[in-house]
């Protein structure tokens, strides 16, 4: 039973345990087409939010037969029901744990925390061929961060906190650790499955309902650019790879050894995956011919659930299914921020694709070219929304193999107002002359700190002091940022009926960039002041009036 010591969730049941690994799976269910659609390694067949789910849910059937031994029995169930590489190794994770709990009835922090080492352990140990920036890796630094954390004597809660961050991080950098991820522009598709498992019982131990799960984006490396889905030049090699057959089957019998099995499955296969005890060993191989995989596993014991299926069958089908999701759209616009907020901003305005750039960190021609290409559309409108960025993107039309064109928007305020004025309805000049049209109708702002000491314009400002910017140029400074703010928007006049946007980022926090839009509303009246999170480098506000 979960135990409360002011507010504090001390230890864990199996019971509890398994209420909690439920709510995973129902969170997993939601997302299971999500994750089917990001499976690139080892193969591209789509499966494995499928085959963590069916793995999950044999899990559950398996341990509601047991009262009192729900972890035993929760790793028997993962075992007797996984499928796939991600769900076998997901069966090994719950090994682990059912091995590190093993003798406790109830489990406190240091006991979850051993318990998931034992498990990453025995999750690498399954592997022939353990590749990091996939479900292992996520499995890992799992329990690396619950190790270091649980020394401050945190509560279940917290730890469990502690997990699901960890799990989101490691996640998203996968496409750092393994190529074949970042060449198709995606995360790991069975990192992800855990990660959505360890948030959905999260929910459980809040009380919450397991909906409204974020599925963390890819970490991009410099020069890389999120994309829709799987990037088409991968999908172009896929489609030219023979990887054979999926063969997997359960062994039953006695004096079983999966070490052994897993040795010998090593020379006759490749991606294996070998998972069991003395009385049970689940296998799961990819290989051009099963009949030696079958002939040696039989001289073992009984087979039952053998399962083989054609993966160049399988590829083909998501193939054909990822480019159905990328269906060429007339028009495609491709907008240049930086800072997590803007770009969702961005996107949810009708953005095909953002570039990460911005002060400082101009792309270049090239970068700008790939992430135009990267999108699948006829046309593409490229908003560069910064004045060094607009030169290579104009480069950037000049080379592209389809028509791009570039809105000269010189700052964010521009690019949303352009963004804004885009009619799916209307012609492509159409739209370019309306977008062209928007960004003189918005007045453009930004707060920030200077950096060494200058008098521009007539105004002089200290090093470290605050810097009040209209249209680029510096037109107030000052040591509050509120203060300044309010100035920089005297100047700007927004009359009755105006509506000011703050973007609040760099070291602003929600409740000063809150508490600043509540001054601005005071001051003017009859304006109307919005503030939402752009986390952008640099600007403790861009400002835009309208």
Known sequence: MIRHEQAKIASLDGRDLLRLFSQGRRALEGKVEAINALNVFPVPDGDTGTNMLLTMKALEAEAAKAPGGEVATMARGALLGARGNSGVILAQLFQGLAKGLEGKTDFTCQDLALALSEATTAAYKAVSNPTEGTMLTVIREVSTAVQERVATRVDILE??????????????????LLPVLREAGVVDAGGLGLSVILEGALKGLRGEEPEGIELPAPELEAGQHPRGGVAETFLR????????????????????????????????????????GDTMVR??????????????????????????????????????????????????????????????????????AVLSGGDTMNP??????????????????????????????????????????????????????????????????????????????????????????????????????????????????????????????????????SLITLYWGADTQE????????????????????????????????????
């Not at 000049?398 to 809105?407: A, K, W």
């Not at 508490?515 to 640099?538: K, M």
């Open 159 to 176: 730890m469990w906190e502690t997990m699901c961050q960890a799990a989101k991080k490691a996640v998203a950098r996968t496409p750092t």
């Open 237 to 276: 090699a896929a489609e030219e790879e023979l990887y054979g057959y999926c063969t997997q089957f359960l062994i039953q019998g006695e004096g079983l050894d999966a070490d052994a099995v897993r040795e010998w499955m090593e020379s006759l296969a490749g991606s294996t995956v070998v998972v069991g």
């Open 283 to 352: 296998v799961h191989v990819h290989t051009p011919d099963p009949g030696p995989v079958l002939s040696y596993a039989v001289s073992l014991g009984t087979l039952s659930q053998v399962s083989i299926a054609s993966m160049d069958e399988q590829r083909q089908e998501f193939v054909a299914a990822r480019r159905r999701e990328q269906r060429i759209q007339p028009v495609g616009i491709l907008a240049v921020a930086s800072g997590q907020g803007l770009r969702e901003v961005f996107l949810d305005s009708g953005a095909s």
């Open 364 to 497: 270049s021609t090239q970068e700008v070219l790939e992430a135009a290409e990267g999108i699948a559309a006829e046309r593409v409108i490229v908003l560069p929304n910064n004045p060094n960025i607009v030169p290579a993107a104009e480069q950037a039309s000049s080379l592209s193999s389809r028509p791009l064109r570039v809105i000269p928007a010189k700052s964010i305020p521009q690019g949303i107002a352009a963004l804004l004025a885009f009619n799916p309805q209307q012609g492509f000049e159409a739209n370019v002359a309306a977008m062209e049209q928007a960004i003189s109708t918005v007045i453009s702002g930004a707060i920030c700190v200077a950096a060494r000491p200058a008098t521009l314009g007539g105004i002089s400002v200290k090093k470290g002091q605050i810097m009040g910017l209209l249209e680029r140029q510096m037109v107030t400074a000052g040591d509050d940022r509120t203060a300044v703010l309010r100035d920089l928007l005297d100047m700007a006049k927004p009359g009755k009926g």
């Open 511 to 546: 409740a000063e960039a809150a508490q600043a839009a509540e001054e601005l509303r005071r001051h003017f009246q009859g304006v109307e002041v919005q503030v939402i999170s752009g986390g952008q480098p640099h600007y403790n506000y861009i400002v835009s009036v309208e």
